[in-house]
């Protein structure tokens, strides 16, 4: 089976080739150094807010503007991100054709399609922005009435996972085949059309492992760790969901290769 042989043959890839977890443990550290210094700041904000500090005018003002540099530096780490993420894609093709994995030649390759990349990037942001923060607003509301929470998470899964579906293959597209793009979303969407039943069973997966991976987080945040144990146990978090997060990005341009080759990919 396509699904199940990806999911081992990533695992193998991941096994024998330990350096591509790399990339996605750096924007993993920068993601996490950005979060701990915006909870500090909001902390103090708190404390200012509630009177339990005084804080001149000044002071408020500089709290302000680090929050301000740290949201634009979370939007270049984003950035990064996605730029990584481009870089698994040619990471896998050259492991399956048996050629050297080069993390620098990955790189390359990625930036080779930063317009793809892009547009990808900004339909995620605008998935945030119109589907998952309104999401997040309504349950908040609707917390006295189960019936409507169920309905709006369902809804929310259901667009989810119909967007996860559609754009599945850009980026393997983009990186692997190189096509323009135009041809590369076309391609992407007749190709995840052709295959949904397949690609929506593996977004499960994913949806599993990432859901798996917050209720972790959100766990350890629940034991009342206070002070340097809790940014300890934050911070080993941060690094179990990078593993899963890299496993994500591998298997995903695996099962593109397994699809477009239709033959077992070799092991090593």
């Known amino acids: 089976m396509e699904i199940t042989e990806s999911l081992k043959d990533s695992l193998n890839l991941l096994r024998t080739k330990p350096e591509i977890f790399i ?3 750096v924007t993993t550290t920068l993601y996490t150094g950005c979060i701990l210094v915006l909870m500090r700041i ?5 404390e200012i807010a509630t ?6 005018k000044t002071g408020i003002i500089q709290l302000l503007v680090y929050t301000l540099l740290l949201l634009i530096s979370l939007v270049f780490i984003y950035l ?3 730029l990584t993420y481009a870089m698994y894609p040619s990471i896998v093709s050259d492991y399956y054709n048996n050629k050297p994995v080069s993390l620098r030649k990955a790189l390359r390759e990625a930036l080779g399609s930063w317009p793809v990349l892009m547009v990808f990037g900004l339909l995620i942001s605008l998935m945030v922005m119109f589907v998952i923060i309104p999401f997040a607003m309504f349950m908040t ?6 019936y409507i929470q169920i309905s709006l998470f369902l809804l929310v899964l259901t667009i989810i996972l119909v967007f996860a579906v559609l754009v599945f293959f850009v980026i393997p597209v983009a990186v692997i085949e190189k096509k323009e793009f135009t041809q590369t979303f076309r391609e ?5 059309l052709k295959h949904r039943w397949d690609i929506l069973r593996i977004n499960l997966v994913f949806l599993f ?4 991976t917050v209720g972790i987080g959100l766990l350890s945040g629940l034991r009342g760790f206070r002070g340097y144990l809790a940014v300890v146990i934050f911070v080993m978090v941060r690094l179990i969901q990078a593993v899963v997060y890299t496993y994500i990005s591998v298997v995903n341009p695996y099962l593109f290769i397994k699809i477009k080759n239709h033959h077992v990919i070799p092991s090593h």
Not at 42 to 46: E, S
Not at 51 to 56: D, I, K, L, M, R
């Open 42 to 46: 909001t902390l103090k904000m708190n």
């Open 188 to 192: 992407s969407f007749s190709l995840s």
């Open 51 to 56: 009177g339990f500090v005084f804080a001149e």
């Open 141 to 146: 509301l609707t917390r006295e009435s189960p």
């Open 80 to 82: 990064i991100d996605l």
């Open 209 to 212: 492992l990432t859901v798996l």
């Open 23 to 25: 990339p996605k443990f």
